[in-house]
């Protein structure tokens, strides 16, 4: 009942910046928490930044300070602002939402966890 939708990524050389969209559609839903993660090839899947609905945020060590995590609840959509981008933040980058679904009656409401269809993200040196 909740979709996401990603958007942006693409080709930059390095120190070059990109901006990352993540938007929910469906009905009846409120998103929690959301978080990107990203996939280099090869490599697991890690954890990027995440953003809590009260506005808290954190990121991986090895984005502070060039990456900014943000949302805008009225609609609904996470972004994610990567500058002074290096090659090794080659990946594939994905965001992932806790979506509250709503019922008719609150006590059947449902968390739920939506993935986003990622997007490339390539740095050229």
């Known amino acids: 009942q909740v979709r996401l939708v990603q958007s942006g990524g693409g080709l930059v050389q390095a120190g070059g910046s990109l901006r990352l969209s993540c938007a929910a559609s469906?009905?009846?839903?409120?998103?929690?928490?959301w978080t990107w993660y990203r996939q280099a090839p090869g490599e697991q899947r890690e954890l990027v930044a995440d953003?809590?609905?009260?506005?808290?945020?954190n990121y991986a060590d090895s984005v502070k300070g060039r990456f900014t995590i943000s949302r805008d609840n009225a609609r609904d959509t996470l972004f994610l602002q990567m500058d002074n981008l290096k090659p090794e933040d080659t990946a594939v980058y994905y965001c992932?939402?806790?979506?509250?679904?709503?019922?008719?009656?609150?006590?059947?409401?449902?968390?739920?966890?939506?993935w986003g269809q990622g997007t490339r993200v390539t740095v050229s040196s």
């Open positions: 992932r939402a806790e979506a509250k679904v709503h019922a008719l009656s609150p006590k059947y409401d449902r968390t739920l966890e939506v």
């Open positions: 469906g009905s009846r839903f409120s998103i929690n928490d």
């Open positions: 953003i809590t609905n009260t506005g808290s945020v």
